[in-house]
């Protein structure tokens, strides 16, 4: 099947699903200059110990080592600007055809782009908070002093990181995918857990990935190009059709 074959069995796949939801990673930001985390040749985390550090543990440990080393990529992330991935997404959502997006992504672009109905399920960069007194802040706080004002305690991203529990939206997706007919896999290697048995909750899935999931041999169809290209492609097909969800 050819990349054409393949854009029309897509769109066919949309129109015929009652429920259309994406889940999106990494790979769906490189196009606005952000690093993927797990590429051979340019992820964040690539040869890198991950799991020492983006943990609660090493934030705890090291504060200024933890904020050196995060600050930077996520200066990267508050900087960046929506790509075609964004917009085909967002305008997949205004005119019918999306219900919604689940992200692992903490860059914001999704809400950048006009998305509205998101689950982050990896939380966000918006703010950062005292997980002492409670008080919350801006992120850019962080690039002032990581220490609250309040009581001293060290601060912290609204970002989940390894060692914390999930947070709520992850729940909710869990139940919003429970009825997904058909779910976009975009820009992501589905190898972090919980996240990556997010999947079999839907009935059907199509995977938009540069390399290779654990999922590939379960999808309908699996695409290797550029997500953005591939997403402006099919709402060439649907932007001017009102889908199920279309409000006026």
């Avoid at 997706?173 to 007919?181: D, M, P, R, Y």
């Amino acid at each position: 099947m050819n990349y054409q074959q393949k854009i029309d069995q897509l769109v066919h796949l949309i129109k015929e699903a009652g429920q259309v939801l994406a889940l999106t990673g990494a790979g769906a930001s490189t196009e606005s200059g952000i690093p993927d985390f797990r590429s051979k040749e340019s992820g964040l985390w690539n040869g890198m110990p991950v799991e020492e550090l983006a943990s609660i543990r090493a934030l705890r440990k090291d504060p200024q080592k933890f904020y050196d080393f995060h600050l930077r990529w996520w200066e990267v992330c508050l900087g960046a600007k929506p790509n075609d991935t964004h917009y085909a997404l967002a305008k997949l959502e205004q005119t019918g055809w999306l219900l919604g997006i689940i992200t692992q992504n903490i860059d914001g672009l999704h809400q950048k782009a006009g998305s509205r109905h998101l689950w982050e399920v990896h939380g966000h960069l918006r703010t950062c908070y005292c997980p002492q007194c409670g008080q919350e802040f801006a992120i850019n706080r962080l690039k002032e002093d990581y220490l609250c004002p309040d009581c001293g305690w060290i601060l912290r991203p609204r970002v989940v990181l390894f060692g914390d529990p999930m947070p709520k939206d992850y729940f909710v997706a869990e139940k919003v995918l429970s009825g997904c007919q058909l779910l976009l896999v975009v820009g992501t290697s589905l190898q972090v857990h919980p996240v990556n048995t997010l999947p079999q909750r839907a009935r059907r899935m199509v995977i938009i990935n540069h390399e290779p999931t654990p999922w590939d041999s379960s999808a309908e169809l699996v695409f290797r190009e550029s997500s953005g290209k591939v997403l402006t492609d099919i709402t060439k097909h649907l932007a001017h059709i009102p889908g199920p969800y279309f409000i006026k």
